[in-house]
């Protein structure tokens, strides 16, 4: 299957400082690329949608001035989760999907491996 | 804020039995469903997907099952090893919307005793 990889895997970081999360999709180019968090046991919520060259869809009860959300290109986008306090602490996921490789595309989302953010 | 911690329903198996996890999804409107299996610390990893013009796909030691009639989808692992503890989160989505956004089950867990 495709392969989206996450940088960085974890990070510590104090109240008041932003952090940037990057999402890339590897050997293929996505249309859409989607952000999520997940709490302990608890399934992935969606943040936002984000379609290259656009501006994100959030849901509904996302901030979108404190998760910024960049998707520069077919196959980078960022979450920069601003101003980071403690409740901010999660798993963040993104996927990618509307896969194009070599004119085929594909409706799966296939995810990235993660950061752990961790807010002091 | 961080939510109340919810218990996901677990299932446990022997090793070298066979596993059958369920999910009820709730779009009529659906018509591709995909499994996800996520391990501890990882993301989500594509495990099978089935469209809806189908009522039965196989993978290697993996079946997934279709009822659209009751809006529910299986997993069946057979042989199941130490490997496949993890928890497993069936996902929906309407392709004809373009938006290829999923809507995910609450999630099972499947442990498996060696």
């Known amino acids: 299957g495709a392969v989206v990889s996450q940088h960085p895997s974890w990070v510590i970081c104090k109240s008041g400082t932003s952090v940037k999360i990057e999402c890339r999709s590897l050997d293929f180019q996505a249309t859409t690329m989607f952000w999520y968090r997940q709490f302990p046991k608890q399934s992935l919520m969606l943040m936002a949608t984000s379609n290259e060259g656009s501006k994100a869809t959030y849901e509904q009860g996302v901030e979108k001035d404190k998760f910024l959300i960049n998707h520069a290109s077919l196959t980078l986008s960022t979450l920069t989760v601003t101003s980071a306090h403690p409740e901010d602490s999660s798993f963040y996921i993104c996927?990618?999907?509307?896969?194009?490789?070599?004119?085929?595309?594909?409706?799966?989302?296939?995810f990235g491996p993660g950061t752990r953010l961790t807010v002091l | 804020g961080e939510s109340v911690g919810l218990h996901l329903p677990t299932l446990s198996v022997q090793e070298g039995d066979n596993s059958i996890i369920n999910c009820a999804y709730s779009n009529s409107a659906s018509d591709y469903f995909i499994w996800y299996k996520q391990e501890s610390g990882k993301g989500p990893q594509f495990i099978i997907d089935i469209r809806s013009n189908m009522d039965k796909r196989q993978g290697q030691r993996v079946t997934v099952l279709l009822n659209k009639t009751v809006k529910h989808l299986s997993l069946q692992i057979a042989a199941t090893q130490p490997g496949d503890s993890a928890v497993y989160f069936c996902a929906e989505t309407y392709s004809g919307a373009g938006s290829y956004q999923l809507t995910f089950g609450k999630g099972t867990k499947l442990s498996v005793i060696p």
């Open positions: 996927s990618a999907g509307g896969l194009t490789s070599g004119g085929a595309s594909t409706d799966t989302q296939y």
